[in-house]
């Protein structure tokens, strides 16, 4: 395995009704790491603690090398964010926003955000305020990669968005890991897109992360549940991440139950 | 080539393009030394995950159809181009013969089999 660009280790943090609970992971360059739970489950809070890990009660973020609790400013400088609120600015030029809060980023060249601008089709001209809610993505995007961070991160980004516009922007997200091995990381409940490009899945409840798998694992751990249920012949054939977090406990229980019949069997 | 992703199909989407790959090497659009598309490039272009796509390749290399030179890629084998036309002539014969089998179980001459056998080779 490659030497991991992101790395989480036992980030808890308590809030008045709600805890996040160690949460530990880590993520390869060049990978799609799909973040998804209920409402509530703490996906949100967990990116908010992957920006401010100074923050946290316990626990380090580490990002390609820097230690993000204790260098805020420069662990920043390689995280690329891409949320409904952002701090740009409603009344000015998307050239304009870009030059003004381009300057917080080391990297940031008004060249490549341009350049990804008339490659997203957004009119450099056009005020922040008039982008439609897809075109808003596009230019969170053009502005982040930019600054070409090491790790993207997306919450909720694409809600509410239709299916034509998601698959475009996906593409481009593919394209930008291709060229520039940035990895990224979705926070989502809509799990058809994590179905499509998300290389492992990580699934929050109550605050914790239940699991953090690849997908083809988990995949193939469901066709092989199903295959214990309806015989060799089922479970072929495309699987939805929904029906697997649904079944996860299935997944891992059945594996017992049939030992234990086994066990029976064999007596 | 054109790799095509159904979601109706039985296979998985590794096995898909596993598949295809395999076909393709088979009928020489890829041919013997030349290199696979990326995996990040395939991909994007089929809007998969990376590790599926690296998945189908570690399985054509497990096969010997395919080898990967760190840093640059996936690379079609030379020598087992041979072997594996053996390998699908064979699948196939055992195909025509279960075929046969069940038009004689249907009472079918050999003159009606070689009949059907023309007429639908000019269709297809």
Known sequence: MEEALLKVNGISKKYHSFALNEVTFSLEPGYILGLTGRNGAGKTTLIKQLLHPETAASGSVTIAGIDAGKHPVQAKQEMGVLMEEMPFLEDWSLEKNGKLLGAYYEKFSQEAFEKYLRKFELGKGTTYRNLSRGMRMKFQLAFALAYKPKLLLMDEATGGLDVVFRKEFYYLLQEAVEQEMVSVIISTHVTEDLDKVADYVAFMEGGRMKFFESKEELYEKYQNYMRRLHGEAAGHGTVRLEDVIYHYDKLVEGKERQKDECYKADR | ?124
């Open chain 2, 1 to 124: 080539m054109k790799i095509f992703i159904s979601e109706h199909s039985n296979a998985a989407i590794y096995e898909q393009i596993e598949q295809q790959i395999k076909d393709a090497i088979l009928r020489q659009e890829i041919k013997p030394e030349e290199a696979l598309p990326s995996i990040r490039g395939l991909a994007k272009d089929l809007q998969i995950s990376v590790i599926t796509t690296k998945r189908a390749y570690e399985e054509l290399e497990a096969q010997g159809l395919v080898y990967s030179v760190p840093g640059r890629g996936f690379f079609v084998c030379n020598r087992k181009l041979e072997m594996l036309k053996e390998k699908k002539i064979q699948d196939l014969e055992k195909r025509m013969s279960e075929l046969i089998r069940d038009c004689k179980a249907a009472e079918l001459s050999k003159e009606d089999i070689v009949d059907m056998l023309e007429l639908l080779y000019e269709e297809t």
